[in-house]
Structure formats: C-alpha cells, structure tokens
C-alpha cells in the first residue's frame, strides 16, 4: 500500500507546479521527508537544497522577488521552523510571496515533551496572510484534498497583496515505507482576472494645470515604472523615485526621473519649489529628507496609492487603496493640461546642477570612500543585472549617489523592516534566476550572513559580493549619539561602533570564494561591469569617521549648485 505521507506530499508538490511553482528551498531534517521526496520528485520544480533555514528564508525572499512568484520554503519540526522568521516577517512587509511548509508532529506528540517539538500553530502570528495547521494524512486522504491546499496556499500568497502563507504539515511515522507513490491526479486551476483599470475622473481637477510632483516608494510590480513615466510626462511632474521603485534605471523614458531626488530634497528643493500636489506611490522613500518633508507638510495636499494603504508619515488627505501600476494609468487617463513649463524646467535644471556636484565626487574625497563605490557600482553594473543593496548606509548612497540610467537592472533589498540580516542569502537567491546578480552590503551586515558564503560556494551561483568594510556601524556615526555630550566615545565605539577587525577575504578564501581587496576605482568598475558566471567577494576598506566628513563635504557641494541655479 503507498505511503499516506508521499502520497499526499507527491500531489502536493504536482499541484503546485501546475500553479506556476518554479522553486523549492528544501532544508535537511527528518520530520519533513515526505516533503523533501515530493519536491525532489517533481521535475518542474528546482529543488534548491539549503543547509541552513534562516538562511533559506531569505534565499526564498530574494528569489520571489525577482521572479514575481511565490518560492516553496520546507523544512523540519522544532527550531528549525523558527529560524525562518526573520525573513517571514521581511517578505510580509514588502509584499513578497512565499509558501512555507513546516513538518510538524502530529497531535497527539505535541505538548507532552516529544523531542524536537515546538508549539508551530500560528508560529509567524500577523506576519502571514494564512496560516492553516494540516490534518495528518491517513489513507483515507484524498488527492483532492492536497491539491486543494495547495491552490489555498498559493491563492494566498499571490492574490491581492502578495505576502506569505504557512500551512503546518503533521506527518505520522512511518515517514516513508518505500519512494513509490500514485500518479498525481489533474487539478482545475484557478483563473485569475487582471486587474481593470480604475474610473478616477472625480480626481481630474486635482491633478491638471498644478505643480505637481510624483514620489514613488518600493515597489515589486515590473509594469509600475513605464506607468509612472507615462503619469509624469502627462502631468509634466518630475518624479523623486527610490531606488526599489524600478524607476531608476531601464528602457523608460528617464527625462522625469530626477537622478538626484534625495540630495535636492536635503539641500532643501522643496521648500524652494513648494508643490501644490504631491502624487505618492507606495511606501515611504528611503530618503529620509523627502520623509521627513512630507510628514512636516500635511497642509501641501497628498494623494497616496498603496495597496496596503500605509501613511507612515501620517500626512496624505486621502488614500487609494489599489495597485500602484493601475492607479498610474487610471490617473494618467483623466490628465488633461500639464504643469507650467517653467515648473518642469526648473526642477530638471536643479537636478542636473545637483548630479554634476555629486559626480565631483572624486575631487572632494579620495578614492576609496562609500559614495564613490555606491556610484561605481551603479555605473558599472551589467544590462540586464538584479543588484541588492544592504540597509543602514548604502541603500542610502545608492539612493544619494546611485543616479540613474538607460541600463535594464533592477534594485532589491531587504526594506521590509530594514534588516541588516539576510542580504547576501537574499541576493544568492535573486542570482538563481541565472541573471547576472551583485550585492552591495556593509562589514555589519556581512557578519550576520556569513554562511552565505559558504552556501554561494556549494551552489556555485553567480554572485558578485561588494563588502564595503569600515570595520563596525558606520551609521551610527551620523546620529545624535556619536556626540561625546551625548554618549561617552568609548561606550560608543564598543557597542555602536563595534570593531570587530574582520578580513572578509580571508573568509571567503577559506570558504572557497575568489575574493581580493580592491582599493582602485577603475579595478571596481571592470569587476563590477564584468559578468562572471562564479561567486566572488570585493572587499573595499574604508574609514567610519572619514565617511562622515566626506557626506558633509558632498552635501555642501550640492547645497552650493542649489543656490547658484535658483539664484
């Protein structure tokens, strides 16, 4: 007689990849190998074999998010299922769409001190969009019923805002008998209607003829970019795109796109050329100068489109609740006379004259500094590319720094919840879509994803690592706290600065990488720009304190091409 267990797992995983499931991350256990031989068993489906689930997880993240499909997380009873929730709770704030499968012990071994058993049942609490505890499968389960919590789950992660969904797998021993399982039946998909586009005409009075301008938060939608462009060049709006927008770089038209959104916004542009309108699309910009602009300027009249409908900023008199690409075309439709051609004019003419001061940047500060490698890798990286950039300070340069191009990469990052944790696993996951992948992540950040490095080493994916090593937190070195009167400097330095005197090439080294330290912009540029099909680690030094005088200096320029283009 078949194995209950496989054949449940075996439909499970059948009726997944007949819903467009590509990947599977599958961690070692025992308790989880019915799953792991129902996914292994699956030949649409590429198993990705993952020794460590916090790590998984955020493998599973990235490669959800450059694919725009949900990504199958497995793995065992107990801790195991705990490690994945660092990535659980990222992949839900920004929208990402996974299916997680945690083996479990069935019923009657929970709570009564059976080995390698936690309390699983709403394990991720509001993190997820779903959350279902299975029952145990028993030879009276149905091949309806698996392929039926597969279309449960994967409705759930993908439909309305993508997110994560969980569903609790008890197996009862034994776990396996033999690897022979019935043929898995044929399932009724399910249809999904795309999205129509939205009546707003009661919206047209608010939008012509104004001064007007777009800021376009992150976003995961790949058709929301040529939709914003199109909104801008009707309104005649220039547009402050975040990094994770996709507005930055591409085949759109980029004449909107300011490249320097967040170093005008800090020398004060907004204030100079208050808008009548602000038109924002998704969550907060990591620009904490038009963050801030906004929030103190709830009297400037706000319009917000976001599926989720979050005002972090408390500030927008009024919200739509929909999804960002339709809501450009929607409001696109109703455009009928743009800004003052003055208005556009002036805000690019700032913009050049802020990118020409930020591009000086090598006549202000030496080579290496972290602006200089934020630009060099946004110069340089290949058409075609997925880069990830780490939290703390360089989603901040490349927001500052990176410019824009005529280039077709895409930016990710873990802005979710603004981790530090996961990056590199999350960019090995965006390079298993075989595309060209690169990762910008501080020192910090790269010690708390060191098993990355050994997981790129195993899987050989191709994954170009940027290190930029300050040797601890650079950026607490930009807060209130770095002041002596504040904080005494040494409390500061050993657990805010926190040295920890790590030589990242001698640990890929170890771990099987090609690494090196580049300390040249040109040797940056052509690592960069040339695609290689292994992984390796760039360690470029740099000074915590020097850094911050290099912003100064950097700011202060832009602040001076500011003045003298309005003056």
């Known amino acids: 007689m078949p194995n209950p267990n496989l054949s449940f797992t075996t439909t499970l995983a059948s009726a997944l990849a007949d819903l467009g499931i590509e990947h599977a991350c599958l961690s070692p256990g025992s308790r989880n190998t019915p799953l792991i031989a129902g996914f292994a068993a699956e030949k649409r489906i590429r198993a990705w074999p993952l020794l460590d689930e916090r790590a998984a997880g955020f493998f599973a993240t990235g490669l959800a998010r450059a694919t725009g499909r949900p990504v199958v997380l497995v793995c065992t009873s107990g801790s195991a ?3 994945y929730h660092p990535a659980v709770v990222e992949a839900s704030q920004s929208d990402v769409p996974l299916i997680i499968l945690t083996a479990d012990r069935p019923p009657e071994l929970r709570g009564v ?3 390698q058993t936690i309390d699983q049942i709403s394990l ?7 959350f279902i505890d299975a029952p145990t499968p028993t030879t009276a389960t149905t091949s309806r019923e698996a392929a039926d919590l597969a279309i449960t789950a994967w409705r759930a992660a993908s439909a309305g805002i993508p997110g994560p969904a969980h569903i609790n797998l008890p197996f009862r021993e034994p776990l396996l008998t033999d690897i022979s399982s019935p043929g898995p039946e044929p399932i009724d998909l399910p249809t999904e209607n795309a999205a129509e586009p939205l009546d707003l005409s009661h919206l047209t009075g608010i939008i012509d003829g104004r001064r007007g301008i777009i800021v376009a938060g992150r976003s995961n939608d790949v058709e929301f970019a040529e939709a914003c462009v199109n909104l801008a060049t009707a309104t005649g709006y220039p547009i402050v795109a975040d990094p994770l927008s996709g507005l930055r770089h591409g085949s759109h038209q980029l004449e909107h796109v300011l490249a320097s959104g967040d170093a005008l916004a800090a020398a004060g542009a907004l204030d100079l050329l208050t808008p009548d309108l602000v038109l924002r699309f998704g969550p907060v910009p990591t620009s904490k100068a038009t963050r801030s602009w906004l929030e103190d300027h709830p009297a400037v009249e706000q319009l917000l489109i976001d599926a989720d409908s979050r005002d972090a900023t408390s500030s927008a008199a009024s919200i739509l609740a929909v999804p960002l690409a339709v809501a450009a075309t929607s409001l696109n439709a109703i455009v009928t006379e743009t800004a003052p051609p003055e208005w556009t004019s002036r805000w690019r003419a700032l913009d050049k004259a802020a990118s020409k001061a930020i591009a000086d940047t090598s006549r202000i500060a030496p080579f290496p ?4 490698v934020a630009r060099i890798v946004m110069d340089s990286a290949p058409p ?7 939290s703390s300070m360089p989603i901040r340069d490349v927001d500052t720094f990176g ?3 005529g280039r077709p990469i895409r930016i990710f990052g873990n802005r979710g919840t603004n981790g530090i944790d996961g990056v590199v696993s999350a960019a090995l996951g965006t390079a298993a879509t075989g595309r060209p992948a690169i990762v910008l992540v501080g020192d910090v950040s790269m010690l708390h994803d060191l098993n990355a490095l050994g997981t790129a080493a195993q899987l050989d994916l191709p994954l170009t690592i940027i290190v930029i090593n300050n040797d601890g937190g650079g950026i607490f070195h930009f807060l209130p706290q770095r002041d002596p009167d504040v904080l005494d400097p040494a ?3 050993k657990y805010l600065g926190t040295p920890h005197g790590t030589d990242f090439v001698a640990v890929a080294t170890a771990l099987g990488l090609e690494a090196s330290n580049v300390d040249e912009a040109d040797e940056l540029a052509q690592l960069v720009s040339s695609a290689d099909d292994r992984p ?3 360690q470029v030094r740099t000074d915590r304190n020097d850094n911050v005088e290099v912003h100064r200096d950097i700011a202060a320029a832009v602040n001076a091409a500011v003045t003298a283009t309005l003056t």
């Open 113 to 115: 001190g059976a080995p």
């Open 491 to 493: 409390t500061f330095d």
């Open 81 to 83: 299922a705990a490690e």
């Open 403 to 405: 410019g824009k191009s």
């Open 369 to 372: 500094n972290e602006p200089a």
């Open 384 to 390: 075609g590319s997925y880069v990830t950039v780490g």
């Open 124 to 130: 991720y609490g509001s993190s997820v969009r779903l």
């Open 536 to 538: 390796r680690l760039i």
